[in-house]
């Protein structure tokens, strides 16, 4: 079964620190896709990023990067500089054969001006 | 704007009643999910279509139903409602092929909100 596990439940930190979202995620498919996703404070899910399983590179977007480790099944997601309007929920999520994809229970993201 | 239109916005009902949550797809999309999001709860997959058909199934329980219709749009059917059904409701839709393969994101619609009373 598939299982996405983000340990962070809540994280605070002062901006212009740096703060890293922890993803686990296990499944049995040899073939799967990895997300990220933002939720503010207005309640909207904002896709961050798709990340296919045979695709191991690392991606920057400004600010934000993502750490893709297949070895430890991890997919960590990294804010630079942080600001204020990061303040958010993070959900990580994991798609695979079966066409379900399943979303962690989030991390409640602070930024402290 | 994701191009995901659900309806409605805010829903307040009672106990034992029978609620239908409406999700309109982005033009050209052919799969559909629903998700349950509960106070302090993650996203929780409840069931996808995809051109019509049932394609995936999570924790839905029996008291709810969905299909997606020829035209594509999607209702989800929630009866006998408790209490604990007070969430909010999302569909997202995708593009994906018949083999089931996901070829691009989910497109988040803004929920549905359903209080329970």
């Known amino acids: 079964a598939q299982k996405v596990t983000q340990a962070q439940t809540e994280i605070s930190v002062v901006e212009k620190e740096d703060v890293t979202l922890d993803c686990v995620y296990e499944t049995r498919d040899t073939t799967y896709y990895l997300f990220w996703y933002k939720q503010p404070p207005s309640g909207e899910l904002v896709f961050l990023i798709r990340?296919?399983?045979?695709?191991?590179q690392n991606e920057i977007s400004g600010r934000y990067s993502w750490n893709f480790q297949k070895s430890t099944s991890s997919f960590n997601f990294t804010i630079t500089a942080s600001q204020v309007v990061d303040s958010a929920v993070y959900f990580c999520?994991?798609?695979?054969?079966?066409?379900?994809?399943?979303f962690g229970k989030g991390t409640r993201l602070h930024i402290l001006p | 704007d994701s191009g995901v239109t659900q309806t409605p916005k805010h829903l307040i009902t009672a106990t034992g009643q029978r609620v239908t949550l409406r999700c309109s797809p982005r033009?050209?999309?052919?799969?559909v999910y629903w998700y349950q999001q509960s106070l302090d709860q993650g996203l929780q997959f409840l069931i996808q279509?995809?051109?019509?058909?049932?394609?995936a199934k999570g924790n839905i329980l029996e008291r709810f139903s969905a299909q997606q219709f020829p035209d594509l749009h999607s209702e989800l059917n929630l009866s006998s409602l408790e209490l604990g059904d007070s969430a909010l409701y999302f569909c997202a839709s995708s593009v994906a092929i018949p083999t089931g393969a996901l070829t691009g994101e989910l497109f988040f619609g803004e929920g549905s909100r359903l209080t329970v009373l």
């Open positions: 990340r296919n399983s045979f695709d191991e």
């Open positions: 279509y995809y051109n019509g058909e049932e394609r």
């Open positions: 999520a994991l798609g695979g054969r079966d066409d379900k994809i399943i």
């Open positions: 033009s050209g999309d052919l799969s």
